[in-house]
């Protein structure tokens, strides 16, 4: 039977692309695309990682590679894996395998030749596709009609290839939420369910991985309301999560035509600043993340949807334009019946032309204050004047106004 055919693309075509297949062939192997380049070409979506697999075991591959000119560097040669580099371009060549052991994580491995057998020991039916240069698919799983359905579906028997590896489970979800439509595949989530307490023995920055790349596809909360269902969700962030908040602030993102991980992480977990310390560990966050996420629970309740707009841009000069966006999107969220209001905030916010106090700590001790923590006092006491007048007042009315607040404290101003 004749394989389905891909119209070439530039990536299939590229002069670097092609010189790796033409070597590879030159010496006697087979070559193919494989994965998810192929699967994101068939479902139209942007191809960012070309990986490739022949059945030329790693050594032969380094020995075409170098003898072709081409830069090469092992990844990991007990599991095939060579990169090789062509002018710009990096490919990673990994030989043909099969499983011998698993551990639940690893898997021992031995190469082989016969391409089912790789094709068997991938996780999803989508994911077990190869492609020819000519743009021959070979789909031993029937993924391509998965993929054109939207049925994420697991190769062969679910619970097996959970138990192979239990990142598999999450990366059901991940896929279900930029491949799948409901209703879901029961195998697969009654595996889900049963081997959920697995994701215990998971690294916190392979969950956070799998958790990130979840929540930014265009719509996450059906898959993650399905994963509460399952009882998945509990195992990666300690609770069910506030899936019904995040649902209204995708909804508002998808008005104001932006998305943001951040945003996301803190509406799904809906914590305190404590909780939230909690999970950044487990998740294995980092310092700028937590930050994030520490902000909008530190600014929350600080803005509404009536707010004028002089108080609004105080808000922003002291958080920036950025967070005080942040703020405002989550605050939408939860009161989503004044989207007036909150489009105007937004004006605001988009209108925001950085602006710089007139005067400095230099202007203080310039009118005889000691140098000092008054300084800093008189300073901010001023800055206090010149925001409550919208930042309107120019130097030198700021250094009049400086020099009256000065005066008017008692014992403060030198006597030269």
């Not at 307490?197 to 265009?218: I, M, T």
């Not at 993102?253 to 991980?261: A, C, F, Q, R, V």
Request: contains cysteine; charged residues 25%.
């Amino acid at each position: 039977m004749t394989p389905p055919r891909m119209q070439p693309r530039p990536w299939m075509t590229a002069s670097e692309t092609t010189a790796v297949f033409n070597t590879l062939a030159a010496g006697g192997a087979q070559v193919r695309f494989v994965g998810g380049c192929v699967r994101d070409a068939l479902a139209e979506r942007p191809v960012n990682d070309l990986d490739i697999a022949t059945d030329a075991e790693p050594m032969q591959v380094i020995a075409l590679m170098q003898a072709a000119g081409f830069k090469t560097i092992p990844l990991g040669l007990e599991h095939g894996t060579v990169m090789v580099v062509v002018g710009v371009e990096s490919f990673e060549i990994t030989t043909l395998r099969q499983d011998i052991e698993t551990d639940g994580r690893h898997a021992k491995v031995e190469f082989t030749d016969d391409w089912e057998a790789d094709a068997a020991r991938r996780d999803l039916t989508f994911n077990a596709l190869s492609l020819d240069i000519d743009g021959n698919i070979y789909d031993p799983f029937n993924g391509v009609e998965d993929l054109k359905v939207g049925h994420v579906r697991f190769v062969g028997d679910a619970t097996t290839r959970i138990r192979e590896d239990v990142l598999r489970l999450l990366r059901y979800y991940r896929f279900f939420a930029y491949f799948g439509r409901l209703p879901a595949d029961l195998d697969a989530r009654t595996a889900c369910r049963a081997l959920a307490p697995g994701l215990a023995q998971l690294s916190g920055e392979r969950v956070r991985a799998e958790l990130f790349k979840l929540l930014v596809a265009l719509d996450p909360v059906p898959t993650l309301d399905m994963m509460r269902e399952d009882g998945v969700l509990r195992w990666i962030i300690q609770s069910d999560g506030n899936i019904e908040r995040l649902a209204r602030l995708v909804a508002v993102e998808i008005k104001d035509h932006t998305s943001d991980l951040i945003r996301r992480l803190f509406a799904l977990l809906s914590a305190e600043s404590g909780e939230l310390r909690r999970i950044a560990r487990r998740l294995r966050l980092s310092n700028s993340e937590l930050d994030g996420l520490l902000r909008l629970a530190d600014g929350a309740g600080q803005l509404h949807a009536h707010m004028g707009s002089e108080e609004l841009r105080r808000h922003i000069y002291r958080l920036g334009p950025a967070a005080v966006r942040d703020l405002a999107l989550v605050a939408w969220a939860d009161d989503d019946a004044n989207e007036a209001g909150w489009r105007a905030a937004l004006s605001v916010i988009n209108d925001w032309t950085p602006v710089a106090m007139p005067v400095s700590g230099a202007d203080v001790l310039r009118i005889g204050v000691e140098s000092g923590a008054s300084v800093g006092v008189f300073l901010h006491e001023v800055e206090d004047w010149w925001m409550l007048g919208d930042f309107k007042a120019d130097r030198e009315s700021c250094l009049a106004e400086l020099a009256r607040i000065v005066s008017s404290d008692d014992g403060q101003v030198s006597n030269d």
